[in-house]
């Protein structure tokens, strides 16, 4: 049985990618960069296990997502369990994105984590690069977090769908009071700990 590490997991959020969707943040990434909104997903100790299928089952019992993005972390060091995330919400009919501090030519190289192709293979839309707190872009309608990451839309029918921003905060509360604040945050002053 395939299995995730994951931090967090939320459904139909708008901030992550194009319309509404799924976002699983993976727990674990080597790269600790300065002024990383989420620092907390940098430990690759075990967090929430879960397995393929259910997050797949969580993923498809939301009819109001339109996709899933993989955040993080680094969703390329769980690339062989993502992918078959991916290869099943897209056979739902479901689009998918992923964010990466590699570039795309690091996950097409010979060194790439496992599993990088045939993550890359199931992808939409990839965002690539780390994000470098002195590129960073603080505009309403930019889809990247820093000048250096790029946009790579591997889905010519989602070229007209890269609206969303990645200087824009969401906030879901759940049922037992608890919250999670998704979105670049870290010039708003709301510290860290809020979630992913």
């Known amino acids: 049985m395939a299995i995730l590490n994951i931090m967090g997991y939320v459904n139909r959020s708008e901030v992550n990618g194009p319309g509404k969707r799924a976002v699983v943040w993976v727990q674990g990434c080597l790269r600790e960069c300065s002024g990383c909104f989420n620092p907390a997903s940098w430990p690759f100790e075990p967090n929430q296990i879960v397995s393929v299928d259910e997050v797949v089952e969580r993923i498809l019992a939301d009819p109001e997502n339109e996709g899933v993005t993989f955040s993080g972390g680094e969703p390329f060091w769980q690339a062989s369990a993502l992918a078959a995330v991916a290869r099943r919400v897209k056979a739902a009919g479901l689009n998918t994105m992923s964010?990466?501090?590699?570039?795309?030519?690091?996950?097409?190289?010979?060194?790439?984590?496992?599993?990088?192709?045939?993550?890359?293979?199931?992808?939409?839309?990839?965002?690539?690069?780390?994000?470098?707190?002195?590129?960073?872009?603080?505009?309403?309608?930019?889809?990247?977090?820093?000048?250096?990451?790029?946009?790579?839309?591997?889905?010519?029918?989602?070229?007209?769908?890269?609206?969303?921003?990645?200087?824009?905060?969401?906030?879901?509360?759940?049922?037992?009071?608890s919250r999670l604040v998704t979105g670049y945050h870290g010039h708003l002053g709301l510290g860290d700990g809020d979630g992913p």
């Open 99 to 177: 964010f990466s501090g590699f570039i795309l030519a690091e996950l097409q190289g010979n060194a790439a984590p496992p599993g990088a192709q045939a993550l890359l293979a199931q992808l939409d839309i990839l965002v690539d690069g780390p994000f470098v707190e002195s590129l960073a872009i603080h505009e309403p309608t930019s889809p990247v977090s820093s000048r250096n990451q790029q946009v790579r839309v591997f889905n010519p029918g989602l070229r007209d769908r890269l609206n969303w921003a990645s200087d824009q905060v969401e906030i879901h509360i759940f049922k037992d009071g």
